[in-house]
Nanobody
Framework: VQLQASGGGLVQAGGSLSLSCVVS????????MGWFRQAPGKEREFVAA????????WYADSVTGRFTISRDNAKNTVDLQMNSLKPEDTAVYYC????????????????WGQGTQVTVSS
């Protein structure tokens, strides 16, 4: 399973960005999909996740109400719509796929994309 994230960039505070993750190698359907981020000097942290059926959606408290995770099992894509961006959202964003239950723990995800940089200026 290969994951390719894209859509990062530079945006002013209050702006929006949409990240996309394309899964190849096999169908997305069996996997829980998540987004994580890592800022310089900090540990990787959970951002959002969606279970296999797409019914369950979990978000970090810091992004609730601003970010939306969506998945399209037919297109093998997972997107992260980010609105009302803040400078503290600046990080490298990673998409990940896991075989177990929906989780906020990075260790529960077996497959990772290469990351895409998001920079929010104040």
């Amino acid at each position: 399973v290969q994951l390719q994230a894209s859509g990062g960039g530079l945006v002013q505070a209050g702006g929006s960005l949409s990240l996309s993750c394309v899964v190849s190698g096999r169908t997305l359907r069996p996997y829980v999909m998540g987004w994580f981020r890592q800022a310089p000097g900090k540990e990787r942290e959970f951002v959002a996740a969606r279970n296999r059926s797409g019914v369950l959606k979990w978000y970090a408290d810091s992004v609730t109400g601003r970010f939306t995770i969506s998945r399209d099992n037919a297109k093998n894509t997972v997107d992260l719509q980010m609105n009302s961006l803040k400078p503290e959202d600046t990080a490298v964003y990673y998409c990940a796929a896991g075989s177990e239950m929906i989780s906020r723990r990075a260790s529960d995800y077996e497959y990772w994309g290469q990351g895409t940089q998001v920079t929010v200026s104040s």
